[in-house]
């Protein structure tokens, strides 16, 4: 698989063609929007995630073929939303990017997003949570960083991660994180051999 370093993954995000969503939808939703059509594989060969909210599962896809599945899953310990604030528990709903590996993780392996994306920063301007100052601020990081800040009204370090130091037993019958998506050790360590930085994850 063709690897993208971490920079020259910030700057393909930034120009992902969401403002042509803003333009059409107006203040609509616009990660609901994405979400609509963020089932459909990009092309035949694509490598894509779905996380599913109402079935605690993880999908991998190439293209329209289902790969591997995991469930159950755990999720943010006050379920999933499509606006997330910092501190509120609540996995993030949209469409994100891998951006990141850590070997290290407390948590066994953990697979980083792209959270929160320029629509989710978009979304929060038009909910008042953003100002517009926030909202230079956060393209003004992306640009500088290749990657979106951590530290705002919308919280950050999301991803997908394993086990760890956590309890098993609650990982199998309870949604325990604080807003990340998690799987069993063994199953983190499966998505790492076959996802890569820019695969595309999507969470409804």
């Known amino acids: 698989m063709k690897h993208v370093s971490r920079r020259r993954f910030g700057q393909l995000a930034l120009l992902a063609p969401f403002t042509l969503l803003m333009a059409d939808e107006g203040r609509a939703n616009l990660i609901e929007t994405l979400l609509t059509r963020a089932h459909l594989p990009r092309h035949a060969d694509e490598i894509w995630v779905l996380v599913d909210d109402s079935e605690a599962s993880l999908s991998l896809y190439r293209g329209n073929l289902l790969l591997e599945r995991f469930a159950p899953i755990s999720l943010g310990r006050s379920g999933a939303s499509v606006m997330r604030t910092q501190g509120d528990n609540k996995t993030p709903k949209g469409e994100f990017r891998v951006n990141r590996f850590n070997w290290e993780s407390d948590w066994h392996v953990f697979i980083g997003l792209d959270y929160p994306t ?87």
């Open 118 to 204: 320029p629509s989710h920063a978009r979304m929060a301007l038009e909910s008042g949570l953003y100002t517009e100052q926030d909202y230079a601020d956060y393209f003004a990081y992306y640009r500088h960083h290749g990657y979106p800040p951590q530290q705002t009204v919308l919280g950050g370090f999301i991803g997908i991660h394993g086990v760890g130091r956590g309890d098993p037993e609650v990982h199998a019958s309870y949604h325990w994180t604080q807003g990340c998506v998690a799987v069993t050790d063994e199953q983190i360590e499966r998505l790492s051999e076959l996802i890569d930085i820019g695969t595309r994850v999507v969470i409804r």
